[in-house]
């Protein structure tokens, strides 16, 4: 199994910054895709920005130019730096990975973090 815990949500006000983390852990893991997904109260889950282990990005059009994904293999560590944040950018972020514990491959996700942004 992989465990993954997110961090670095909170309230901030239109147009400032905050930066989200996840770190995952457990045993005879590798992985492979990591994700940013969200989801704001009665819409369903979107993806945010995904980085492969190579560090090739992707992003949702509606967060090009204001967020950054990145990774730190050694740590483990998914990273989302969100800049210009708006009031729709409100919602509960959520990490996922794609990975494979020994020969299995599977898809992990974290409990969320809440991110808020209100003036």
């Known amino acids: 199994q992989v465990q993954l815990v997110e961090s670095g949500g909170g309230q901030v006000q239109p147009g400032g910054s905050l930066r989200l983390s996840c770190a995952a852990s457990?045993?005879?893991?590798?992985?492979?895709?990591m994700n940013w997904y969200r989801q704001s109260a009665g819409k369903q889950r979107e993806f945010v920005a995904g980085i492969t282990s190579g560090g090739s990005t992707n992003y949702a059009d509606s967060v090009k130019g204001r967020f950054t994904i990145s990774r730190d293999n050694v740590k483990n560590t998914v990273y989302l730096q969100m800049n210009s944040l708006k009031p729709e950018d409100t919602a509960v972020y959520y990490c996922?990975?794609?990975?494979?514990?020994?020969?299995?491959?599977?898809?992990?996700w974290g409990q969320g973090t809440q991110v808020t942004v209100s003036s």
């Open positions: 457990g045993r005879d893991f590798s992985i492979y895709t």
């Open positions: 996922n990975a794609n990975a494979k514990v020994l020969f299995v491959t599977g898809n992990y």
